[in-house]
């Protein structure tokens, strides 16, 4: 784990969510909450005033939704982490999040050392990319190119 705190940030319209995120990374003394946010035109409020290293983001809210939010926010900055957490599996939502910023994807039932893995991880690499992950963007890249795994012949 790094030895420097990570400040993270919770964004989701709904209290009682944010508030089991926070409790949930209450017990490792590495992780520190900046601010909490129930929507993107608070979190971007928010960051006039304090930087978090890594967001976790909703995606579905009011006033300002968490594709918009990602936009706005890679306008103004590109450094900080982007893990979207959403109760969405499907592969257009992963995939549209990624391509336009973000740096990893949770669903909202991931458990909590999950959570605190993907920080880390999204803090230290740059991305945190679990099987939900993996699996939405090979099947985004696969077909492309139509790989024919039977035509391809080992060589002495």
């Known amino acids: ?21 926070i409790a949930a990374l209450a017990d490792t003394p590495e992780l520190e909450l900046a601010f909490e946010a ?38 103004k900055d590109d450094e900080v982490k982007v893990i979207v957490m959403s109760m969405y599996d499907e592969d257009k939502y992963i995939i549209q999040s990624m391509e336009i910023g973000a740096n990893g994807y949770l669903l909202k039932d991931a458990k909590p ?7 880390f991880t999204a803090y230290e690499t740059g991305y945190y990319f679990n099987d939900l992950v993996n699996k939405a963007l090979l099947k985004r890249i696969v077909p492309k190119h139509k790989w024919n795994l039977c035509s391809i012949r080992m060589l002495d």
């Open 1 to 21: 784990m790094s030895k420097k705190n990570i400040y993270y940030a919770v964004v989701d319209d709904h209290e009682i969510f944010r508030k089991g995120i």
């Open 38 to 75: 129930g929507n993107g035109k608070e979190l971007l409020n928010a960051l006039a005033k304090n930087r978090p290293d890594v967001i976790l983001l909703d995606l579905k809210m009011p006033e300002m939704d968490g594709i918009e939010t990602i936009k706005e926010l890679r306008k």
């Open 113 to 119: 050392e999950e959570i605190k893995t993907s920080i």
